[in-house]
């Protein structure tokens, strides 16, 4: 995801956890009862679906790690209050809210090069 040439967004409806919460760290708007959680270290493995990467330059190292050494889920709330998600919407604008984001992202000029130019993709 983090090399396409076009924006993600996610319209997060339920749980997000594990491999889940690492796409949800590229996109953007969740329900108000959606649950995120990086829970790799409850199963005893290491995150490598690139979420501790992008979650560092989401939050900041130090609650990158918290999240990422502890498993702890986080609530739509606070995750909106960290930066995780864009906005929250309540279940029944949810797709409206994710469609008219992309609706006015889409009406933009297109961009001459993709940001993801120097990552590497």
Known sequence: MHCLEVLTIAAVN?????????H???CYIANDDAVFGSTFVNLGIVPAD????FLQDLLGPQRAAELIFTG?????EEALRLGIVLDI???YELRAQALQLAATIAG???LLRHFGSS???
């Open 108 to 110: 933009k000029p297109p």
């Open 50 to 53: 690139g979420g501790a990467w």
């Open 24 to 26: 949800a760290t590229m």
């Open 89 to 91: 919407a309540a279940a």
């Open 14 to 22: 339920g749980a997000v956890i594990g491999a889940g919460f690492d």
């Open 119 to 121: 990552s590497g993709c």
């Open 72 to 76: 702890r889920l986080v609530r739509a």
